[in-house]
């Protein structure tokens, strides 16, 4: 290879800077690379029940319509929307995922010499995102596996423009509550727009869980990111929504492509936010794989850290690098957590029932078998 083709010259600088996103294992791929006929994926916190059954019907009657471009403006699903929340559909902003919602954001408002404060052992992608925009970011320490929201507001100063909130958080399932939440808002300074990102208010079973809403209507400069990958099943589809003031939504439009939400997402959103039997199903499920999963975990002897959402942060005592592929080679993909700087940590989401009792019985053997 002697001519090989020399380009890092001609790369971007924050681009050679950034950290790539490892996301989890893909089921098909392990399968081929492991020679295994069954793969269980706990690994990206995706509905173990599969799509909701109304979205699929809904999918199949768009389908010879996928000739067309889809809507541009995402007329049906936003006025769908705005009937849920109660508010207009100049409140929404659509994505291809919440992930596309995360880089518009940061487009819409950052100018260069501005930063960004959120969490350290928090969803990665705020600051990959923000690297590949060339966006600093400042992180405060997480505090007994919490957002410390405190320590995040002194590191707000004169250049802070965002705030990235994941609550509840990613990859540790706790969540800042409704005080919380409504000290740190009275006490940021005016030029400051506070991004919630709730990728599982789904899951929540809490009382004291802030109403972001609530900052909206009283006319607080937020914006919330949902999704429909994790408990409307929808993650191979991408989509995802913001929700703000229409005078930041204008804005904010100005950065999203035109077809950035493909047709057959748009249809299937709107069917899924209509499937109340789905919804209601795979939250009752999850709350009981949950305590399942606890109670096992605690026999077995592990610590684990009680979560909001559908997936649990487990201290596995030793490199979680190690379990990872220990649980592999049985067929159970999870989640090693060095990227997150929390090494001797897994993340496993809360699977069907059988499922879990394989990841669990996968856990022990390799437990026992490590002592
Ligand atoms: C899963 C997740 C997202 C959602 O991503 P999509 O791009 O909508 O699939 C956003 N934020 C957090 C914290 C997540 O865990």
Known sequence: MENKLKVKALIRKSVLGVNPYLPGKPIEETKRQLGLKEVIKLASNENPWGPSPKAISAIKRSLSGINRYPDAQGFYLKKRLAKFFGLIPGNFVLGNGSDELIDIVIKTFMEADENI???????????IIAQVNDR????????????DLGAMLKLVDKKTKLVFIANPNNPTGTYVSKNEVAQFINALPEGVVVVFDEAYDTFIDVDDYPDSLSYLKNKKKIIILRTFSKAYGLAGLR?????AAPQLVTYLERIRQPFNVNLLAQVAGLAALEDKVFLSKTRRLTLEGKDFMYQELSRMGLRYVPSVTNF????????????FK????????????????????????????KENKKFLSVLSKIIKESN
């Open 117 to 127: 404060v959120t969490s350290e052992g928090t969803f990665l992608e705020y600051e």
């Open 136 to 147: 600093k970011v400042k992180k405060a320490p997480l505090c007994y596996f919490k957002y």
């Open 239 to 243: 989509l995802g929504y913001a929700i």
């Open 312 to 323: 649990i942060l487990i201290d596995v005592g030793r490199n979680s690098q190690e379990i």
């Open 326 to 353: 220990a649980c592999l080679k049985f067929g159970v993909i999870i989640r090693e957590m060095r990227q997150y700087g929390l090494t001797n940590f897994i993340r496993v989401t809360i699977g069907t029932q």
